[in-house]
């Protein structure tokens, strides 16, 4: 079945430092997902990519999709302490219906 | 506007005790639903969706079943649960194929002890 591999599982930055999370499917995507989930709380759709390339912009969030569509990556300019939390990835294949998620990488922001 | 439901939002159950975690949509009609179960505040796995009544795809083959008696309501059950059933379970719709997002309900914590 698809799986979505998601790295690092953490990362521990400074604020102000930048920090990146990398998702890649073991089969060509459709659209890939991107969730954020505050600590105790339930994950919170951040954005869609669809086209071969694509990149968007969300003020110091960019996200990526890959040329061939196995691969996505979202990049936090500036940490700040509101970014703590936990990012997913989340990948449409062969199925409509359903969503495969990443492990996430959970984001920690030193003060 | 559309809000999901769960309840309880904790819970602590003996082994071997039976479960029923429930999930109701409002302000939409015919979502897709879905179960999911995040082990020690991590990954997200899907356990069961539902594309309308009465239909239920098992993702994972386990302890656990769902059912939805109706359009808005999906329900996760267990006769006997195992310390493995211990998570943080997910609700979550989609309002139809047109859409981008899933929503998510606020969530269950389930310990079994």
């Known amino acids: 079945g698809q799986q979505v591999m998601q790295i690092p599982q953490y990362q521990h930055v400074q604020e102000g430092e930048d920090f990146t999370t990398y998702c890649n499917s073991s089969?060509?995507?459709?659209?890939i997902q991107w969730y954020k989930q505050r600590p105790g709380g339930h994950p919170v759709f951040l954005i869609q990519?669809?086209?071969?390339?694509e990149v968007k912009k969300q003020k110091r969030l960019t996200f990526q999709f890959g040329e061939a569509k196995k691969n996505s990556s979202l990049h936090i300019t500036a940490t700040q302490t509101t970014d703590v939390g936990t990012y997913f990835c989340?990948?449409?294949?062969?199925?409509?219906?359903?969503?495969?998620f990443g492990k996430g990488t959970l984001l920690t922001v030193n003060p | 506007s559309q809000t999901i439901h769960q309840w309880p939002a904790t819970l602590v159950q003996p082994v071997g005790s039976p479960l029923s975690l429930e999930c109701t949509v409002e302000?939409?009609?015919?979502?897709?639903l879905y179960w999911y179960r995040q082990a020690a505040g991590r990954g997200l796995q899907l356990l069961f969706y539902?594309?309308?009544?009465?239909?239920i795809s098992s993702e994972v083959p386990q302890n656990l079943s769902a059912s939805r008696p109706q359009d808005r309501q999906f329900i996760l059950s267990s006769k006997k649960l195992l310390l493995s059933d211990s998570g943080f379970y997910l609700c979550?719709?989609?309002?139809?194929?047109?859409?981008?997002?899933?929503?998510f309900g606020p969530g269950t914590r389930l310990t079994v002890l």
């Open positions: 979550a719709w989609f309002p139809d194929l047109g859409y981008n997002e899933q929503f």
């Open positions: 089969t060509t995507l459709s659209n």
């Open positions: 990519l669809v086209k071969s390339g």
């Open positions: 989340a990948g449409r294949g062969g199925s409509n219906y359903k969503l495969t």
């Open positions: 302000g939409t009609s015919n979502p897709n």
């Open positions: 539902s594309v309308g009544i009465g239909q």
